[in-house]
Nanobody, 128 residues
Framework: QVQLVESGGRLVQAGGSLRLSCASS????????VGWFRQAPGKEREFVAT????????YYADSVKGRFTISRDNARNTMYLQMTSLKPEDTADYYC?????????????????????WGQGTQVTVSS
């Protein structure tokens, strides 16, 4: 089993920055790929970013490319999402996720159904 706990969400002004964290416990963190998804009110949960087990490959949604950076620290069992140039449309609950997978296939890693484990979410609100 894997437990994931997000933190760092809060209210921020448009143009600001925020860093989300996702702490993992349970199985060895380096055994799985991890990703961030988000869900705005009334919308489906959508892919944001993902990073492979060794941190070598990342993928981003077009809407956040160039503004968000995903990273991981396997020694600390933690994943991060650095968000800059935030926009009101980034407002959502952000969820971290994990999948036991050491490959790098884009179509797997960017699909929410691929992930086995989910955190409870952290709320990000961007005011205009």
């Amino acid at each position: 089993q894997v437990q994931l706990v997000e933190s760092g969400g809060r209210l921020v002004q448009a143009g600001g920055s925020l860093r989300l964290s996702c702490a993992s416990s349970g199985r060895t963190f380096s055994e799985y790929a991890v990703g961030w998804f988000r869900q705005a009110p009334g919308k489906e949960r959508e892919f944001v970013a993902t990073i492979t087990w060794n941190g070598n490959i990342t993928y981003y949604a077009d809407s956040v490319k160039g503004r968000f950076t995903i990273s991981r620290d396997n020694a600390r069992n933690t994943m991060y999402l650095q968000m800059t140039s935030l926009k009101p449309e980034d407002t959502a609950d952000y969820y971290c996720s994990a999948a036991f997978y050491t490959g790098s296939t884009h179509d797997y890693l960017t699909h929410r159904d691929f992930y086995n484990y989910w955190g409870q979410g952290t709320q990000v609100t961007v005011s205009s």
